[in-house]
């Protein structure tokens, strides 16, 4: 089997990587692909991936083909790639709304999976939501879901809509992390606390409540009430963000994205 990466971005590379290390493949059945000069460069340093620069001399040879452009590249992408692809070929997609039905139209293939990973991907611990369209067989699947498995976990959601909604929780949902975090280190260094201390102050803080959270059946509300005690600095800080509305303000914000990646499919038809 050979897997061809087309986009070595922050996303493309890290899939490359992740398969790289995963037992389903060897480094010289991944192919890696750009039209960056800078980035073929950076390629070239990485020896362990055959890098190309034209489709003709790499599209014929995948078996699996990932896309990893940023959806505005995809209508011109896919056109070149048209007369290149054979039907048995398989396209996996990671672009943020790019529908199935406007990847069969531009590349004229059948077997698309759309996906929608995370950036947490670099570091092993992702999560990717994926969809197949008819014509991917069962075992085709399991072979892509191993695939996407080597940069962390995988879901198989049962229409492209989920696709959409996970992109607004979890595929944009580090940043609303970061987001937080960012206010967090922004208090601290606020109360006095150098940069260094700020920092391990913040991810300490995430690391441990994640920990806890993953590690028993107790909800974020109950593990809320665990912190807070009554009368308590806890409450306090829940109180104003309460008062604030912050709770509704977050979900308004991961419907903005849902609803970003719904209008982005019909921009990208
Ligand atoms: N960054 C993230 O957290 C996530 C990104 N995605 C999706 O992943 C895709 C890639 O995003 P990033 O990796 O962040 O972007 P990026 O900008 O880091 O990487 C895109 C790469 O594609 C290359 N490229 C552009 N047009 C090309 C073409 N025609 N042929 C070959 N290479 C081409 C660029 O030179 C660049 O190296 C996007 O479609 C995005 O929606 C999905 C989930 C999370
Ligand atoms: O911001 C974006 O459009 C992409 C999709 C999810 C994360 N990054």
Request: aromatic fraction near 6%; charge should be neutral.
């Amino acid at each position: 089997m050979k897997v061809l990466v087309i986009g070595a971005g922050n996303m493309g590379l890290t899939y490359a990587e992740g398969m790289s290390k995963s037992k389903m493949l060897k480094k010289n059945q991944i192919m890696i692909l750009d039209n960056s000069k800078e980035k073929l460069e950076e390629l070239h340093q990485i020896s362990h991936f055959d890098a190309y620069k034209n489709l003709e001399d790499c599209v014929p040879e995948a078996d699996i083909i990932f896309i990893a452009v940023k959806p505005y590249h995809a209508e011109e992408l896919f056109g070149r790639m048209a007369t290149l692809v054979k039907p048995e070929q398989i396209i996996i997609s990671i672009m943020a709304g790019v529908t199935i039905d406007t990847i069969k139209k531009l590349t004229g293939l059948e077997k698309i999976v759309r996906a929608m990973p995370n950036l947490p991907a670099q570091v092993g611990k992702g999560l990717t939501s994926y969809v197949t369209s008819k014509s991917v067989s069962r075992i085709e699947r399991l072979t892509v879901e191993s695939l996407l498995d080597s940069t962390g976990k995988s879901i198989l959601v049962s229409n492209e809509k989920f696709i959409d909604a996970s992109t607004g929780i979890s595929g944009s949902g580090p940043a609303y992390v970061f987001y937080f975090m960012q206010s967090m280190t922004e208090a601290a260094l606020q109360m006095g606390f150098s940069e260094s201390v700020s920092k391990v102050l913040v991810s300490q803080t995430f690391t441990g409540a994640v920990e806890l959270f993953n590690q028993s059946s107790l909800s974020a509300n109950s593990w809320m009430q665990k912190v807070a005690s009554k009368g308590g600095t806890t409450r306090a800080a829940l109180d104003s963000m309460e008062d604030n509305n912050v709770n509704e303000l977050i979900k308004e914000a991961a419907y903005a994205a849902f609803n970003r990646a719904i209008e982005m499919g019909k921009e990208n038809k």
